[in-house]
């Protein structure tokens, strides 16, 4: 009989059952993962042995040849070495040029330093010689020692003054010589060159005595090399500018209400004399020349015009009343530079001499000649040296940008060379200056008749000023051999295509203005001023910084008008002499004008009409002189 077993039981052993089904079969299943997985392995191993021998069966090709490099590109290959080369040429130059420089620097510094020891070390001997005399002096002989030195100081001023009082009364006994020699030949010589050379000779008298006393100034300061002489010597020029002013100032003050033509000969004749003293002083004024530029011309150009009134009154004429407003004006601009240089002369010290010589901007003589330079010092409308004498507008030579720069050694040698006629026995570079922004070595070179300043620009060794001291008494060569021999000059300096538009005689001299001409019209923002000596027929005088800073190759427009419409605007009245196509500046703009030289009223005028639009736009009077100044 069987056994009954509960129901709770049979449950128990129902899903103990089962528990043994499922895990029979969850143990059965990785044992085929595993084999499809070693089906998978032979496959791919099959594949891969197939894939192995049809590359094998395939034949191996063949390495292509290398191609050979065109020639083109051999070319270019060979100007990209030719390139670099040239590049590593210009850095190690650059470098070496750096490296002379720094060596010529460190140089100076120790020259310097041992001429600071060597001056110190004789100040120290000086304080102990003296200290050594103290000691042993005794109380009379110091009080005997004192009464000897003031002395010889009061012996000294004496001295000073009377050999100041004999030069003045050589001088004046000169000048009436001369006026008696004049007056003598009166009837004989009615015109006034005779009158200019008397002029001219009273004025190289004033400016020889100047140039010697600044010759062995210059030498005495060279030899002991100190920045306390120097300084000395600078304060006095400081004094003797200061004092020229004052004289001009009085003597253009008496010229303004004079009516007496003996009075304004001798007025006129001061005039012209002290801005050739003041010139030569400011020459040497230890403060960048662009501080000085704008009052040099104007006492350069007061002495012109001084002159041509002279001249016009000497001839028995009286001045015009653009003349007396010519007058009227310097007073006025000399009124101003007296002030400023009154308070300089009273006020300036040592130290700021010092100061300004060391090139640095926090000193009275930085600050009085910054304020001449920024009022307004310009002569008036009326020319003395030729239509846009001052024609400097641009302030970056683009002419000059693409040529290299050159050193200090390099400026001697080119200078040599183009200054070879004047049998030049030494060259030396004595620094450096900025002028409108262009970098120039200052050059002085010594001759057999002297010494010839020149400024060559950094950028291409191009002579941007030249001028010397040579005298110049008589007159043997005419205007026209002297436009020859000036244009001769140009050329050596490698101032191509110089047309002569402007002549002036100022006694002995011949003073012309040539502007650059391109396709038959005259550019004159590309001015070179030139003097001749009449003489010795030699170029003694270039000033070129117009052209330098102006020129470049120009497009230039066509005329909108013809000559004759342009010639129809002008006065009816005005009679024509000449015209010619021109490129003037204006308002700091270059424009393209016709230009007509004539008279009208018994003065010499020229006019610029806009060769556009056919309106005038510029109007110039010319001051005459009986050397008959003349458009070329």
Known sequence: MSKKVSSGAEKAEELTRKNEKTTKTKKSQPAKKSATEVTGKKTAATKTRKADTKKAEKPAKKSKPAKKLSEKKLKKQQARAEKKLQAAKIKAEKKQRRLEKKLEHKQKRLDAIAAFKEKRAERREKRRERKDMLKHETKEARMQRKAEERQAKTEARVAKREAAAAERQARREHRLKVRAEKRANRKERQHAPGFGGWLAAVISLGVTTLALGTMMTLGWMNMNGMEANMAGVHTQSVYELNSVVDN???????????NSSSDQVKL????????????????????????TQNMTSFVNKMGDSAQSMLYAVARGEKLTESQKASIEYMYEVNTQMKGILNELASCCSEKDIISAMKGKENNLMFKSFGDLQNNSVETPKEINDGPFSDSIKKVSPKNL??????????AEELARGYFTKYNVSDVRCTGETVAKQLECYNVVLTTNDGEMAAQLS?????????????????KNFDVDRCIDIAQDFLNSLGFDNMKAVWTSENGTTCNLNFAYEQNGVVIYPDMIKVKVCEERGIVTGMEG???????????LDKASISESEAESALNGQFETEGSRLTVIPLDDEEVLAYEFYGTYGGNTYYIYVDAKTGEEIQVFTVIGTAQGKALM
């Open 545 to 555: 910084l117009s052209y330098v800073l102006n020129h470049t190759e120009r497009t």
């Open 268 to 291: 006129l004749t001061q005039i012209a004399i002290e801005s050739e003293m003041a010139e030569t002083i400011l020459e040497r004024m230890p403060v960048e020349t662009q501080l």
């Open 458 to 474: 950094k950028k291409g060794g191009k002579v941007v000023m030249f001028n010397s001291y040579k005298d110049c008494s008589q």
């Open 248 to 258: 001009l100032n009085s003597n253009l003050s008496k010229a303004r209400v004079s």
């Open 401 to 410: 940008e693409a040529l290299e720069e050159i050193n200090a050694t390099k």
